[in-house]
């Protein structure tokens, strides 16, 4: 055991950690342990605030054969953007697998949940969108919407990108020149969200919506869709109907999505059922192909976020930072 706790800040673990290819390589092969039976990821235990539209939720995972694991406590406060914050925040905590000792804070302000979010996003579309897409399209112009659409473009290039949002014309215009200036592409703001998803090969929501709003109609063939905004039991993105379109359906954990992702509502709704196939995206990884046979299949992500995730990132950067010399050493 170390004779300190090292104490990381959002600015060192930035220089470490970024939005490429090796973290989500790491967020892979954190679910494809998962998949394996290899981690152990208890309930998810959240404390809503309902008056200022808030949550706080206590994340972890332990994967056999690493050396510590993390315990996430992230925050999403959706009012926040009007007094010029961002909606998420957080911190992790490095926890000894061999002592239960605690090792590292990191004090990222949820920059980690940020990448390893996108990361999943991106292993969600590389294991089920079509390829060779050139439109896609986002629901939501906040942060979210930026990594996913920065992590997509990582794995299935494209070269358009649409968005909705029922956010104010300034924070559309903001998302339109952040992504163009990010991406180098044409980024548009759409006043139709049907009218988006019509030209679209694969579409990411990515709101804190608490009613459905994606309508079944919406749904083409060959469509792929991601959807991440929902990682609570009062939060719902797509319609129910919309499952009922979808030749294939996946999520992050089953357990989970079917708690507080977007197959809770659909299950509530009547169209999947406990019974209804529907595969982990480890267990998809683990083929080492996409699940996808054919282009014109319709395909569902539901992503909730699982400690899996929170534990890779953590361990990721806290070893570079060791590696580094990086932060500040507290003594026990
Ligand atoms: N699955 C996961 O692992 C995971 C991880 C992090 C965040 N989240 C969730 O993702 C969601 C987005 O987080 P964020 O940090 O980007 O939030 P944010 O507040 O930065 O952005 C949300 C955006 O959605 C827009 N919006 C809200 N309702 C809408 C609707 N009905 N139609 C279109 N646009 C709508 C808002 O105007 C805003 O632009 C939250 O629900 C958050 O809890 C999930």
Known sequence: MSNGILVLSEQELRKFVQLDMKVIEKIELGFSELAAGKATVPPIMMLPVPEKNGEVDIKSAFIKGLPSMAIKIASGFFQNPDIGLPSQSGQMLVVSAETGFLEAVLLDNGFLTQVR??????????????????????FGC???????????????????????????????????????????????????????????????????????????????????ITSMGSDAEDKQELKGGVFAKA????????????????????????FVTDKTPVKEIGEIIRTG?????DKKQVTICDLTGVGV????????????????????????
């Open 247 to 270: 030749d294939l359906i996946a999520c992050d954990l089953r357990a989970q999505s079917f708690r507080l992702g977007e197959l809770r509502g659909a299950k509530e709704e009547g």
């Open 289 to 293: 192909k996409s699940a996808r046979t």
């Open 309 to 332: 995730q929170d534990t890779m990132i953590a361990l990721m950067a806290y070893e570079i930072a060791k590696r580094e010399k990086a932060g500040i050493v507290v003594p026990r």
């Open 117 to 138: 979010t996108a990361a999943a996003g991106a292993i969600a579309a590389k294991y089920l969108a079509p390829d060779g897409v050139d439109t896609v399209g986002v």
């Open 142 to 224: 906040g942060v979210q919407a930026r990594y996913q659409m920065e992590a997509l473009m990582l794995v299935k290039p494209y070269k358009r990108l649409l968005m909705y949002s029922i956010d104010t014309d300034e924070r559309k215009q903001a998302f339109v020149k952040d992504m163009q200036q990010k991406l180098g592409i044409e980024v548009k703001s759409m006043g139709s969200a049907g009218a988006m998803v019509a030209e679209c090969g694969i579409v990411v929501t990515t709101t804190p919506s608490r009613k459905g709003y994606f309508e079944p109609e919406w749904v083409h063939s060959g469509l792929h």
